[in-house]
């Protein structure tokens, strides 16, 4: 798996630490992590099997936006995380945010309450929970299908959701601003259960990994 981390305002050497450890616990997993946005070139992806994004802001050539989305349409996994919905805006980027199905808009911090949606191997037999975090409001592609796993119950914006580009499988989710989502055992389950799915795991199971960012 190749993770994308980079741009401002997040604690990437604990948050990069964290993925690592929770998806290579007990997995065949095995994460290559990087801020060098060269990597999502076409050939530099071809050995992977999901791409992580994390990053924050900033751009993308036109090289590197059309290698993830070739990357993701043959087949290969996506889980975009946080800050990464609003990445790469300064270049346009239009079809990156055409693929997650959504993008960034707006957010405050504060508390609030997740419940989940529906059924979905990502979520199955979890229950809603309170977390603190930056409460993301979306601009969403009404001509873009998503299946939404979990909403914020204060105004039914979408937290986390799934969806299909091509062949391959996408999965976002908007929480993980700083350790108060990051030590959250939902938080870390969505993570893990995600990428395996966006990896083609269609029952994955509990991370054996547990996580725990400083204060
Ligand atoms: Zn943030």
Redesign the pocket.
């Known amino acids: 798996m190749l993770l994308l981390w980079g741009g401002c305002?997040?604690a990437w050497e604990q948050q990069t630490q964290a993925v690592q450890t929770l998806l290579e616990t007990g997995t065949a997993i095995r994460v290559t992590s990087t801020d060098d946005r060269e990597s999502l070139r076409r050939e530099t992806l071809e050995p992977f099997r999901v791409v992580f994004i994390m990053t924050q802001g900033g751009g993308i050539t036109d090289e590197q936006l059309g290698g993830l989305l070739g990357f993701v349409r043959d087949g290969g996994g996506l889980v975009v995380l946080?800050?990464a919905a609003g990445a790469f805006r300064e270049s346009g980027a239009q079809e990156y945010f055409r693929m997650l199905g959504g993008k960034f808009r707006s957010h405050k911090y504060g508390d609030f309450r997740v419940e989940f949606t529906g059924e979905h191997p990502v979520t199955r037999g979890l229950r809603g929970f309170d977390v603190r975090d930056?409460d993301y409001v979306h601009d969403l592609y009404p001509d873009v299908e998503r299946h939404v796993l979990a909403v914020r119950t204060s105004d039914g914006e979408p937290v986390c959701w799934v969806r299909h580009y091509g062949r391959g499988r996408v999965l976002y989710l908007a929480l993980g601003?700083d350790r108060h989502s990051w030590n959250n055992r939902n938080f870390q389950i969505i993570l893990y259960r995600g990428t395996l799915w966006a990896a083609g795991n269609d029952r994955p199971g509990l991370p054996q990994a547990r996580i725990r960012l400083p204060e």
């Open positions: 305002c997040h946080h800050a930056e601003h």
